[in-house]
């Protein structure tokens, strides 16, 4: 069976997982909890430190060790479908998001509480996920998949097996990846995601008139938020913390730049914006190198499986939807698909795979 029931692993080793998921994002741990709930047993494998992927947090201290904290990738997310406005309102009334703004369009945009990073947390807290490890290969070995890692903590090498594994990745990290017999590869080499820096930085001009998330008309910066003014954010300066993300042309252009000069243009870019000469008290500047998705894949159902065993689930699948949205939409998808085809599937996996 390519869905081994959980108590009888087709594996003579005792390590072996009925799902291996590759990424602690918010796609690979909405998976990871909705698989575990059918009773499949499952590990969650992150290369970070911790949760979160383009979802995550960042605490940087200056030299007076004063500690600033932001938003390192998305900022907020909102919800366009009837079932993730419904999971944004769960988690909301659960204490885990937190309603911070209404945009133009009239979306309410949500933050975890007390930073993005909480929300994926939330969702590893009754998980198996292990961090600082990083799969580098993967290979069928009789039967079941083995998955090489290294354990960034200390350089060690080992495997674990599993039944069936699910890329959580973006398409480029899964890519790689990937054996190279599948032919659900082909379909991952026209993805593209835009680059894009994000510079956090802390300010301390008094008069300094920035909306909480505005998007003003510049070809270097695409939206500024103050990370500050979020609901359940604790700062305990009268300094602002801004949070700064690129234009997805200017990031092109210069995403191999070294980090002094793209900060030095994003902050003379800014300084002409807000009419202010900056008083900078701490900063902080990231490379996304897949930030959000350019051009995605166009499916029936937002999500590729394949019988021997290998899933990929992400935000470049579900083109009506955006970011986070689409990756929860991807990830329930595949559950559900998963859930259908349950037992009924007859043993397969070695000959497809062959
Ligand atoms: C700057 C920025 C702004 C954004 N703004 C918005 C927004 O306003 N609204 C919105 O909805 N979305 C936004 N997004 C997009 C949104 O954050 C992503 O769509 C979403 O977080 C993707 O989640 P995911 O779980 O699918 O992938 P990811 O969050 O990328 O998770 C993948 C995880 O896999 C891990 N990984 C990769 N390879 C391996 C490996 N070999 N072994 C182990 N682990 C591995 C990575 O470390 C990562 O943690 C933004 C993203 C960025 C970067």
């Given at each position: 069976m390519i869905l081994t029931d959980n108590n009888q692993t087709n594996c003579q080793e005792t390590n072996t997982v009925n799902f291996a998921v590759i990424g602690a994002g918010i796609s690979g741990l909405t998976f990871a909890n909705k698989i575990s709930a059918l009773g499949y047993t499952v590990a969650v494998f992150e290369k970070a430190r911790g949760t979160g992927g383009r979802l995550s947090s960042k605490r940087v201290k200056n030299s007076n060790q004063q500690t600033m904290a932001f938003?390192?990738?998305?900022t907020s997310f909102s919800g366009k479908s009837v079932e993730f406005k419904a999971q944004l309102d769960y988690w909301h009334q659960v204490g885990v998001l937190a309603p911070w703004l209404v945009d133009k369009q009239g979306n309410s945009h949500y933050v975890a509480s007390s930073r993005n990073s909480s929300l994926t947390r939330y969702l590893s807290q009754d998980l198996d996920c292990y961090f600082s490890t990083q799969i580098t290969e993967i290979r069928m070995n009789n039967g079941v998949w083995e998955l090489l890692y290294v354990d960034h903590n200390d350089g060690s090498e080992s495997r674990i097996y599993a039944d069936n594994v699910v890329f959580a990745t973006p398409s480029a990290q899964a890519l790689a990846l990937l054996p190279r017999q599948l032919e659900m590869k082909a379909r991952l080499t026209d993805v593209t995601n835009e680059p894009q820096w994000v510079l956090a930085l802390e300010v301390s001009n008094p008069d300094l008139n920035i909306d909480d998330m505005s998007f003003p008309d510049s070809e270097l910066i695409h939206s500024i938020s103050i990370e500050s003014n979020k609901p359940t954010r604790e700062h305990p300066r009268q300094s602002k913390i801004l949070q700064i993300q690129t234009t997805a042309q200017w990031s092109s252009e210069y995403i191999d730049r070294d980090k002094q000069t793209v900060e030095g243009f994003i902050i003379k870019e800014l300084e002409l914006i807000t009419q202010q000469s900056l008083i900078i008290t701490n900063h902080y500047l990231h490379r996304w190198l897949y930030s959000t998705v350019s051009c995605g894949i166009e499916l029936d159902n937002p999500y590729l499986w394949n019988k021997c065993g290998i899933g990929l689930i992400g935000d470049y699948f579900d083109s009506k939807h955006f970011g986070i949205e689409a990756s929860w939409h991807s990830a329930i998808a595949l559950v559900n698909h998963l859930s259908d085809i349950g037992d009924t599937q007859t043993a397969v996996r070695a000959h497809e795979y062959d």
């Amino acid at each position: 069976m390519i869905l081994t029931d959980n108590n009888q692993t087709n594996c003579q080793e005792t390590n072996t997982v009925n799902f291996a998921v590759i990424g602690a994002g918010i796609s690979g741990l909405t998976f990871a909890n909705k698989i575990s709930a059918l009773g499949y047993t499952v590990a969650v494998f992150e290369k970070a430190r911790g949760t979160g992927g383009r979802l995550s947090s960042k605490r940087v201290k200056n030299s007076n060790q004063q500690t600033m904290a932001f938003d390192l990738g998305c900022t907020s997310f909102s919800g366009k479908s009837v079932e993730f406005k419904a999971q944004l309102d769960y988690w909301h009334q659960v204490g885990v998001l937190a309603p911070w703004l209404v945009d133009k369009q009239g979306n309410s945009h949500y933050v975890a509480s007390s930073r993005n990073s909480s929300l994926t947390r939330y969702l590893s807290q009754d998980l198996d996920c292990y961090f600082s490890t990083q799969i580098t290969e993967i290979r069928m070995n009789n039967g079941v998949w083995e998955l090489l890692y290294v354990d960034h903590n200390d350089g060690s090498e080992s495997r674990i097996y599993a039944d069936n594994v699910v890329f959580a990745t973006p398409s480029a990290q899964a890519l790689a990846l990937l054996p190279r017999q599948l032919e659900m590869k082909a379909r991952l080499t026209d993805v593209t995601n835009e680059p894009q820096w994000v510079l956090a930085l802390e300010v301390s001009n008094p008069d300094l008139n920035i909306d909480d998330m505005s998007f003003p008309d510049s070809e270097l910066i695409h939206s500024i938020s103050i990370e500050s003014n979020k609901p359940t954010r604790e700062h305990p300066r009268q300094s602002k913390i801004l949070q700064i993300q690129t234009t997805a042309q200017w990031s092109s252009e210069y995403i191999d730049r070294d980090k002094q000069t793209v900060e030095g243009f994003i902050i003379k870019e800014l300084e002409l914006i807000t009419q202010q000469s900056l008083i900078i008290t701490n900063h902080y500047l990231h490379r996304w190198l897949y930030s959000t998705v350019s051009c995605g894949i166009e499916l029936d159902n937002p999500y590729l499986w394949n019988k021997c065993g290998i899933g990929l689930i992400g935000d470049y699948f579900d083109s009506k939807h955006f970011g986070i949205e689409a990756s929860w939409h991807s990830a329930i998808a595949l559950v559900n698909h998963l859930s259908d085809i349950g037992d009924t599937q007859t043993a397969v996996r070695a000959h497809e795979y062959d």
